[in-house]
């Protein structure tokens, strides 16, 4: 079954730093991957989509890798804000059935 | 196009009474995800739906809880005689088929007394 863990739970940085959230998953047969954002009592917004076959995304400040084959993502985030305040969720499609796996979170707060 | 719609977005309920959300797809969409999220935690699988057809229920407890998707309108999750643990987010996503993104809903907050 697949195992999805974020490292770590939790981060806080000055606004201005550049930051890395890990992923890592267990099953390397996965259909893509996907970072989310998730704002306090709100839903997700995606942020980036990688492909299989890919091995980076880019969108603005944000850049992730995919290695699959060493079942692991990153989320680098450049001169971080404090509205990049919120909890980034990673989760893995699943090949056969198009079902997510989540992670548990990096909850993230940038200090102005 | 209206995106993924939940109601309601806020659900109380008294333990053993019924829970009833409801999730309307985004338009062309066929393919209905429920997830859930408890507290401090992330989401978690609980049943993949397409039109009149439960795809994967791996994910959903064995009592008390199910899921539908009629041909006409939203998929439904029902649960009866909630109890304190049910307390969570519940949300749906959609999408055309089985292979495409997934479009996420706001959620519905269930709070179990």
């Known amino acids: 079954k697949q195992e999805v863990t974020q490292i770590p739970a939790a981060l806080s940085v000055p606004e201005g730093e550049n930051l890395v959230l890990n992923c890592s998953f267990t099953?390397?047969?996965?259909?893509?991957l996907q970072w989310f954002r998730q704002d306090p009592g709100k839903g997700l917004t995606s942020l980036l989509l990688?492909?299989?076959?890919?091995r980076e995304q880019t969108s603005g400040r944000l850049n992730a890798s995919l290695d699959k084959s060493s079942g692991r993502s990153t989320l680098y985030i450049a001169a971080s804000q404090p509205g990049d305040s919120a909890t980034y969720l990673c989760?893995?499609?699943?090949?056969?059935?198009?079902?997510?796996?989540f992670g548990s979170g990096t909850k993230l707060n940038v200090k102005p | 196009n209206a995106g993924v719609m939940q109601n309601p977005r806020h659900l109380v309920r008294r333990r053993g009474q019924e829970a009833r959300l409801r999730c309307s797809p985004m338009?062309?969409?066929?393919?209905v995800y429920w997830y859930r999220q408890l507290p401090e935690e992330g989401l978690k699988f609980m049943v993949y739906?397409?039109?009149?057809?439960?795809?994967?229920e791996s994910g959903m407890p064995k009592e008390r809880f199910s899921a539908e998707f009629p041909k006409e309108g939203p998929s439904i999750l029902r649960i009866q005689q909630v109890v304190r643990g049910d307390s969570a987010a519940y949300f749906c996503?959609?999408?055309?088929?089985?292979?495409?993104?997934?479009?996420f809903g706001p959620g519905t907050r269930l709070t179990v007394l």
């Open positions: 739906l397409q039109k009149e057809n439960i795809i994967d």
């Open positions: 990688i492909q299989s076959s890919q």
């Open positions: 996503a959609s999408s055309r088929d089985r292979t495409d993104t997934q479009y």
């Open positions: 099953d390397s047969a996965i259909y893509n």
């Open positions: 338009k062309g969409h066929s393919h």
């Open positions: 989760a893995v499609k699943d090949k056969n059935f198009n079902k997510f796996y």
